[in-house]
């Protein structure tokens, strides 16, 4: 069974930047789809971006192209997936969550394996 693990979410002020990573422990990121999601306090769970598990190509929700502000990488020298956001805004304040489907393909809507999330707040 594949267990993630997310971690890098904090404080930060608004402007500012942080660096999410996902990891795991017993498996090969490289072996699977890598999907990052987040939750806000009250809302639904909204899917970010993925990045694929054969030849790495990142796929973005409509509103994170708009943005332009978020990058989904891999490096599997250290077996991690990762979820760069600049500029943050106090509305990026949420959990974020890393996801893995079953089916090995790239999804912004669904997983089958979670990690346990990471918070992000964004406030001066």
């Known amino acids: 069974q594949l267990q993630l693990v997310e971690s890098g979410g904090g404080l930060v002020q608004p402007g500012g930047s942080l660096k999410l990573s996902c990891t795991a422990s017993g498996a090969r990121l490289d072996d699977y789809a890598i999907s990052w999601f987040r939750q806000a306090p009250g809302k639904g769970r909204e899917g970010l971006s993925c990045?694929?598990?054969?030849?790495?190509?990142?796929?973005?929700s409509d509103f994170v192209k708009g943005e332009g502000r978020f990058t989904t990488s891999r490096d599997s020298a250290k077996n991690a997936v990762y979820l760069q956001i600049n500029n943050l805004k106090p509305e990026d304040t949420a959990v974020y969550y890393c996801g893995a489907p079953d089916d090995l393909v790239c999804s912004l809507y669904v997983a089958d394996y979670w990690g346990q999330g990471t918070q992000v707040t964004v406030s001066s």
């Open positions: 990045i694929s598990r054969i030849d790495n190509e990142a796929y973005y």
